[in-house]
C-alpha cells in the first residue's frame, strides 16, 4: 500500500510564505503524477495544482496562478508546493495524491496523504 506524507504547514501571517512537500513511500507506484488539493472549513475539496513525475506538464487552479509554485525535489519520491503571498482565505488542510493527467484534466485516484494544515493570519 503505497502511502503519502505532507509535511510544511504551519501558521502563518498574511503576506508570508510556505512551502509543503509530499513524500511517497513506495518507489514502486506506478502514476503519471502528483495533485495537490485543499479543503477550508465547511467548503469542499478543491483543486490546487497537478505535475508529472517526468516534470514535463504542470498544470494549476485558474484561481491560484502566480501565487504557487509546484516543484519537484531532488529526491524521486518528493514533489513541493510553495504557496507566496499567502491570505486568510489560503488557510485549509492541504492535501496530496497521485493521479495522472486525462483529457486536459488532472485525474486523482485513490491514493492521498493525511493532510497538512495551513492556517493564515490576517
Known amino acids: 500500500q503505497v502511502r503519502l506524507l505532507e509535511s510544511g504547514g504551519g501558521v502563518v501571517q498574511a503576506g508570508g510564505s510556505l512551502r509543503l512537500s509530499c513524500t511517497v513511500s513506495?518507489?514502486?507506484?506506478?502514476?503519471?503524477?502528483m495533485g495537490w488539493f485543499r479543503q477550508a472549513p465547511g467548503k469542499e475539496r478543491e483543486f490546487v495544482a497537478a505535475?508529472?513525475?517526468?516534470?514535463?506538464?504542470?498544470t494549476y487552479a485558474d484561481s491560484l496562478l502566480g501565487r504557487f509554485v509546484f516543484s519537484r525535489g531532488n529526491a524521486e519520491r518528493t514533489m513541493y508546493l510553495q504557496i507566496n503571498s499567502l491570505k486568510p482565505e489560503d488557510t485549509a488542510v492541504y492535501f496530496c495524491?497521485?493521479?495522472?493527467?486525462?483529457?486536459?484534466?488532472?485525474?486523482?485516484?485513490?491514493?492521498w496523504g493525511q493532510g497538512t494544515q495551513v492556517t493564515v493570519s490576517s
Open positions: 505535475k508529472t513525475w517526468s516534470g514535463d506538464r504542470t
Open positions: 495524491n497521485l493521479g495522472y493527467f486525462s483529457n486536459g484534466a488532472y485525474r486523482p485516484t485513490a491514493h
Open positions: 513506495d518507489t514502486s507506484f506506478s502514476t503519471q503524477a
